[in-house]
């Protein structure tokens, strides 16, 4: 092979990107990683685009691969449920697991990606490329483009991890012989801020605020210096529609009277942040063979799904796990690797983007009804009583490794179980009384 055919290329040095470099790296692989922006970690993060991250078990684990875990968590604040802020009554706090120890972790998306790139800068066969624009790949001759120059490099392997809107995944589909469907939610987001309050929390760092308001929301995160980052999902024309700073400040008093105050900065953060969309993206296949190169999407770009049950990251890094995996089942041979990569992810994320779209109801208005916390209530009862034979679906997403494509069938089946022994409870009780009646009867 020549030198160029060897080369691994990464697009796009966020989060998924600079973990699969270290990985790579690992196996002795020359890996030159291609990023867009400036180096963050010197220019800074762009404002209004975190969405604070909620780290969680699949992050963790995934992250113990390349040594931070211990650090990610030393730099996250654990939230051991939800906070609910309804209208007109008190907040209400929802634990997320029925023991109440466990806990997904609020971290910093630019504090884990600054980690994440000195990670990958320090691994012997990666070079970071900043300011480097690839606007489309040709797989027949391996080449990657980049914008606004006739400039172009040669490489075997491309990986493209340049988010929801990838330039590669475009490429691709200009050439034929790819689906591709995104799906965007009538609602966007904007962030905003509640600074600390007199040194400490404004609000209680434990939990992951939520106002359901029906059709939209806000929540909160915290974060270390004691701030929350607040992001609304609202509909794009009710964003909108606040023009003014009286108007900003007359909906918050309305919709959000116990947090309003506690943001000072409140109009100018809504006056310049910007609005972001909300997309799901379904693809197939991820990965093209070409004459000169393969090229293979992960994370965003493969599978961009909505922020409400906190995987997007998570589920991300599980791809990089599982191409290094897959390489290692295939010693090195990185055509098997990548058909098995695709063929083995593709049913997970389908499935996870499913239950981020349903969270996202459950998250903006059941979570704010007596109904729904009974039945959580129920829930946590079942778990704590059987042993781990019943799991709610929240704990087999956030809390453990289980295939994200196996969950909907278990708790199917658990709830089969649940509802035949209740079904039988109430045939035998229903008996017994009647049993008692007949007896009434023959002794009167």
């Not at 929390?201 to 992951?208: H, V």
Request: aromatic letters at 8%; proline letters at 6%; charged letters at 25%.
């Amino acid at each position: 092979m020549t030198p160029e055919s060897e080369r691994v290329a990464i697009v796009g040095a966020g989060l998924a990107g600079c973990l699969l470099a270290t990985l790579l790296a690992r196996r002795g692989l020359q890996v030159t990683v291609y990023e867009r922006r400036p180096d963050p970690r010197v220019a800074g993060p762009e404002r209004g685009r975190s969405i604070n991250l909620a780290i969680s078990a699949r992050g963790l684990a995934a992250l113990e691969q390349v040594g931070l875990r211990k650090q990610a968590l030393e730099r996250a604040l654990p939230m051991h449920g939800r906070m609910v802020h309804p209208t007109g009554a008190k907040p209400n706090f929802q634990p997320y697991s029925a023991d109440g120890e466990r806990h997904i972790n609020s971290i910093s998306r630019a504090e884990l990606n600054a980690a994440l790139l000195d990670a990958a800068e320090a691994t012997p066969g990666v070079t970071l490329r900043f300011s480097e624009r690839v606007n489309a790949v040709d797989a027949g001759a391996g080449l990657l483009h980049f914008e606004d120059s006739d400039r172009t490099e040669r490489a075997g392997i491309v990986l493209a991890s340049d988010g929801a809107y990838s330039a590669v995944r475009r490429s691709l589909e200009s050439d034929g012989g790819f689906d591709c469907d995104q799906d965007f939610l009538e609602h966007g987001y904007k962030e905003l801020t509640v600074p600390p309050r007199d040194g400490d929390f404004a609000l209680d760092p434990d939990a992951l605020h939520i106002w359901p308001r029906g059709t939209s929301m806000m929540i909160a995160l915290p974060n270390l210096d004691r701030s929350f980052t607040c992001t609304l999902f609202w509909p794009k024309g009710e964003l909108a529609a606040l023009d003014t700073p009286d108007k900003v400040a007359a909906s918050f008093a309305a919709e959000y009277p116990d947090v309003a105050s506690l943001m000072p900065d409140l109009a100018d953060d809504y006056a310049h942040n910007p609005v972001g969309s909300l997309v799901t993206v379904r693809c197939w296949p991820w990965v093209r063979y070409g004459e000169g190169a393969i090229v293979a999407l992960i994370g965003d770009a493969a599978h961009a799904i909505v922020p409400f049950f906190g995987q997007g990251a998570n589920c991300a890094f599980e791809d990089c796990i599982e191409i290094d995996q897959c390489l290692g089942e295939t010693d090195g041979d990185w055509a098997r690797a990548l058909s098995l990569y695709q063929e083995r992810r593709k049913p997970n994320t389908d499935v996870i983007a499913e239950m981020a779209l349903d969270n996202f109801i459950e998250m903006r208005d059941r979570v704010s009804s007596p109904v729904f916390r009974l039945r959580q209530a129920a829930q946590h009862a079942l778990e704590r009583r059987s042993g781990g034979r019943y799991v709610s679906r929240y704990e087999l997403v956030s809390f453990s490794t289980v295939p994200y494509a196996e969950i909907p069938a278990r708790v199917r089946r658990q709830n089969a179980v649940v509802g035949a022994a209740l079904l039988g409870g109430v045939l035998v009780a229903g008996l017994g009384a009647l049993a008692i009646r007949r007896y009434a009867r023959v002794k009167g």
